[in-house]
C-alpha cells in the first residue's frame, strides 16, 4: 500500500489523493505540517531532501517526490496517461506549465491570503503574483474553448495536476469570472465519479 506524506490544504498534495481516488488505489496518509517545519526535520528531508510535500513512498521503502512526476508514475499504463508520444508530451507540456507559469503565481497568492492572511509586508508581492496567475488561467481558457479537457478529449494528469490549484483560486483573490471555459471544465473534472475533494 501508498503512503502519502502529506498537507490536506496542500493543492500539490491534493494532486496525489485526487489520483488514488480516480485510480481507486489503497493509500494511508501521514499529515505534516508545513508551518510548524515538518518538512525540514533531518527524517523528512532523509526521505526529499528538497524538505516539501508531497512524497509517495513505496512498500520497498523507495520515496519519490515532486507531485507531477508521482502523478506521472501512478497513472501510468491507465487511461490517465496516453501512451502516444504527441499526447503524452502534451500532457507534460501541460505540467511543466503548471508548475512554471500557474502553480508559482496563483498557489503562491493562495499561500499568502489563505495560510498567511495577507500580510501587509506581502501584499505588493501579492498583487504582482495576480498578473502572473491571471495570464496562465487566459492560456487555459483559450485552450479550452477547443477541446474539453486539456488535451483532447481525455481527462488526463494534465486536468488533475492544473485542477488542484485552479479549484481553489479564489482563495488566493482570483475571480474565475472571466473564465467561463474554465469554470466548465473545473465542473467536468469534479463530475468525474471517483472524484474526491481536497478535504473530502
Ligand atoms: N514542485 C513541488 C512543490 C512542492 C511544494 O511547494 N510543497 C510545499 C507545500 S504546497 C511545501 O512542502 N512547502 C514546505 C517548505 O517549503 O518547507 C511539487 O510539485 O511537489
Redo the contacts with the bound molecule.
Keep these: 500500500m501508498y503512503k502519502v506524506y502529506g ?1 490536506y490544504q ?4 491534493y494532486k496525489i489523493k485526487l489520483m488514488l481516488h480516480l485510480l481507486d488505489l489503497p493509500y494511508t496518509w501521514q499529515p505534516v505540517d ?1 508551518l510548524k517545519g515538518d ?2 526535520t533531518p527524517e523528512f528531508l532523509a526521505m526529499n531532501p528538497n ?4 512524497v509517495l513512498q513505496l512498500e520497498d521503502g523507495t520515496c519519490l ?4 512526476a508521482i502523478l506521472n508514475f501512478l497513472a501510468d499504463g491507465s487511461e490517465f496517461l496516453p501512451s502516444e508520444p504527441r499526447l503524452r508530451t502534451q500532457v507534460l507540456q501541460w505540467q511543466f506549465f503548471e ?1 512554471y507559469s500557474h502553480e508559482p503565481y496563483i ?1 503562491v497568492a493562495r499561500f499568502i491570503q489563505f495560510y498567511l492572511g495577507l500580510p501587509d509586508e506581502r501584499l505588493e508581492e501579492y498583487r504582482k503574483l495576480h498578473k502572473g496567475g491571471h495570464k496562465a488561467l487566459k492560456v487555459m481558457e483559450r485552450q479550452l474553448e477547443v477541446t474539453p479537457y486539456l488535451v483532447g478529449d481525455q481527462y488526463s494528469i494534465a486536468d488533475v495536476a492544473l485542477y488542484a490549484y485552479t479549484h481553489v483560486a479564489h482563495e488566493g483573490g482570483f475571480d474565475l469570472a472571466a473564465y467561463p471555459r474554465v469554470r466548465e471544465w473545473l465542473a467536468r473534472v469534479a463530475a468525474h465519479p471517483r472524484h474526491v475533494t481536497m478535504l473530502g
Design positions: 498537507d496542500s493543492g500539490n498534495c508545513i518538512t525540514q524538505g516539501k510535500v508531497p517526490w515532486e507531485s507531477n508548475q498557489a
